[in-house]
């Protein structure tokens, strides 16, 4: 089993920035592809961004393309995501993510059901 745990959440003003976390722990882990989603107030869970863990290849919605950065660091077991110039849009609690499997290149990795674990999700509040 894995577990996900997220951190980094806040208040930030539009134009601002935020560094979210996603710590890994658990006895078994693939090489598994990695995911952020949101979730905003009565909207559907959407995709933000996902990378491969061994060869780090990224996806993003075109919603933050530009704007986010996701990457890893292989030795602390961690996901991030920095996200820069914050819109009131971009306000969800955001939800970390991972593949039970091995990713799959060529495969989409942008809607929740690929993946298997969890985080409990983290609020980001973006203030005009």
């Known amino acids: 089993q894995v577990q996900l745990v997220e951190s980094g959440g806040g208040l930030v003003q539009a134009g601002g920035s935020l560094r979210l976390s996603c710590a890994a722990s658990?006895?078994?882990?693939?090489?598994?592809?990695m995911g952020w989603f949101r979730q905003a107030p009565g909207e559907e869970r959407e995709f933000v961004a996902r990378?491969?863990?061994?060869?780090?290849?990224?996806d993003y919605a075109d919603s933050v393309k530009g704007r986010f950065t996701i990457s890893r660091d292989n030795a602390k077991r961690t996901v991030y995501l920095q996200m820069n110039s914050l819109k009131p849009e971009d306000t969800a609690v955001y939800y970390c993510?991972?593949?039970?499997?091995?990713?799959?290149?060529?495969?989409?990795?942008?809607?929740?059901?690929?993946?298997?674990?969890w985080g409990q999700g983290t609020q980001v509040t973006v203030s005009s």
């Open positions: 993510a991972a593949t039970r499997g091995p990713f799959v290149g060529g495969s989409s990795y942008r809607t929740a059901q690929k993946y298997d674990y």
């Open positions: 658990g006895r078994t882990f693939s090489n598994p592809a």
């Open positions: 990378v491969s863990w061994s060869g780090g290849s990224t």
